[in-house]
């Protein structure tokens, strides 16, 4: 079968990869769609000897249930699933509530799809059946594969700021991830301020429902939020960069007893306590991805809002262009791009 590979320096290349069967308790995923997410890009630019240039990337798998292996129960062929894309134990408290990637009992049965596994930038794919979450008959596999990771991800931050018609919610980074949070923030009827250095992704912010934009490279973004809340700045923020200064400005620019969310992955952040945290009485966040149950919730919250998260997708790419996608998929410019295998 076709599949793609991360060779290190930013090198990618598609192959043929041996044909797969599921073992116990595990199916045979074809794959329909697999996003292409921002973390994606850290394994994508680092060298060789930092990655596992065996396996196939690509931990936002979205496609339909082909095999069944020994031991399955739930799953049925045929049935259209989006993928958790951690396999833990089974059996702790955290992957009884579906947040596998939390396993407090690691071993060899632990794998993160797209990591330490293969993932889903190949026409098929084994996994655990612990790890498909339904699909909803509205939502398309392009979209599912954005919910398995990406959307999900903003999906939960946005739950535990517990957002709502009241807020005015500044999200910082317009990528996948934020311009997602965008969208979502705006069905829940809060207004949004986005925030990115990019035009471009500011214009598809817009676009997705933003009632505000900012150019944080134009002008200090934590004044030009609160100028436009009357000097009071934003009920909530979400942090979808990973990096420290965004990091500081997203708690800077929220309103006493505001709430921050830090989702962007990596790096370090340096906040003047007392001034940033203590006084202003903020309450932060730390939120990593999503639980499957949460995933189908998200998911269900789509569907039944009719929400057009398909225009975010700026490029659908076939398999065999995945070295060109990520080429441009690295300027970090782009909307959501989705490799699809129809």
């Known amino acids: 079968m ?9 090198k990618a290349e598609v192959t043929d990869f041996p044909d797969v069967e599921p073992g116990p308790n595990e199916v045979l995923i074809k794959t329909r769609a697999s996003g292409m997410c921002g973390s994606d890009l850290h394994a994508y630019r680092s060298p060789a000897a930092e990655i596992n240039t065996e396996n196939r990337p690509g931990h936002e798998p ?45 071993g060899p049965w632990t794998k993160y ?27 398309d596999y392009d979209v599912g594969s954005m919910i398995a990771c990406g959307t999900s991800t903003a999906w939960l931050a946005l739950e535990k700021l517990q957002v709502s018609g009241r807020d005015i919610v500044a999200i910082f980074g317009q990528g996948p991830v934020g311009v997602a949070g965008t969208m979502l923030a705006a069905e829940m009827g ?14 598809l912010a817009t676009k997705a429902g933003a009632w505000e934009t900012v150019n944080a490279s134009n002008v200090d973004s934590v004044e030009a939020i609160r100028e436009l809340t009357g000097g009071e700045g ?35 952040a340096t906040y003047d306590a007392t001034p940033d945290i203590i006084h202003r009485h903020l309450t932060l966040y730390g939120s990593w991805t999503v639980s499957k149950f949460g995933m189908e919730d998200c998911a269900n ?11 975010l997708i ?29």
């Open 234 to 268: 934003a009920h909530a923020s979400l942090e979808a960069v990973g990096a420290g200064p965004t990091r500081k400005q997203a708690a800077q620019a929220c309103r006493v007893f505001g709430r921050s969310a830090l989702v962007g992955e990596r790096g370090d």
């Open 113 to 139: 799809y797209g990591g330490s596994a293969h993932g889903g930038h190949g026409e098929y794919m084994v996994v655990h059946e612990s790890t498909l979450v339904p699909m909803p008959d509205a939502i």
């Open 301 to 311: 919250f789509i569907a039944d809002h009719n929400i057009p998260m398909a225009s």
């Open 2 to 10: 076709r599949g793609a590979r991360f060779l290190g320096d930013r």
């Open 314 to 342: 700026e490029r659908r790419v076939n398999i065999e262009d995945t070295v060109e996608a990520y080429e441009y998929f690295d300027k970090q410019t782009s909307g959501k791009m989705v490799i699809t295998f129809d």
């Open 62 to 106: 979205c496609g339909e249930v082909a095999a069944l292996g020994p031991g399955v129960t739930k799953a049925r062929i045929g049935d259209r699933a989006m993928i958790h894309h951690y396999e833990g134990c089974g059996h702790c408290r955290f992957c009884r509530e579906g947040y596998q990637q939390l396993c407090s009992n690691r």
């Open 190 to 203: 809060a207004r949004v301020i986005a925030v990115d250095l990019s035009d471009e992704r500011l214009e």
